[in-house]
């Protein structure tokens, strides 16, 4: 009874998400130490003023109390964030796009990567952050959700991660030249 309660609800989400598009400006992910772990432009910017942004988000939102609301107005965008464990999960969004929508999109791609991982923690994404930035670019291509099923993102991942091993897979000299 559970799993069909949770598939109706996967399969609801999956329509307003695609039914509400929005557009991200950047993500970023950072410890509460303030040390980030992960960003992604959508907008073109300069590597000084992405430093820079980066810092100053990082400030704010590191100095709200936990019980406080998860936006904030920012210069002339929405900033939306969620804290995971260690990891805080940031999105800057236009001012007029649907702050619940966007705390979905965080939401789902903290899913992902726990199904990915398997409980993902701040090593993870540390030490396998090419993964963790392809799952990300497999669900938000240019500040949009692509592909709103988790299944369909984990199936692309898993299709990535074969076609990897199949390349890193030792073959014969024969097998190179097609011989075999």
């Known amino acids: 009874m559970e799993e069909v309660i949770l598939e109706v609800m996967e399969e609801v989400m999956v329509e307003v998400m695609e039914e509400a598009l929005v557009e991200m400006q950047f993500m970023l992910l950072f410890s509460r130490q303030g040390k980030l772990r992960l960003q992604k432009w959508y907008v073109p910017i300069s590597d000084t003023q992405k430093k820079k942004i980066a810092r100053e988000v990082i400030q704010m939102v590191l100095a709200r109390k936990p019980k406080m609301c ?11 964030y969620k804290r995971y464990a260690s990891l805080y999960f940031c999105c800057a969004v236009e001012d007029q796009e649907n702050e619940l929508i966007t705390l979905e999109i965080i939401h789902r791609y903290v899913e992902l990567l726990d199904k990915y991982f398997g409980s ?3 090593l993870d994404i540390i030490f396998n952050f090419e993964k963790a930035y392809y799952i990300l670019d497999e669900f938000i291509l240019g500040g949009e959700a692509q592909e709103t099923s988790k299944k369909n993102v984990l199936k692309a991942i898993e299709q990535a991660d074969m076609l990897q091993e199949e390349a890193e897979t030792p073959r014969s000299v024969l097998e190179e030249i097609g011989l075999t």
Do not use: G, M, T
């Open 70 to 80: 998860s936006f904030l107005e920012w210069r002339d965008l929405k900033i939306v």
């Open 120 to 122: 993902v923690c701040e």
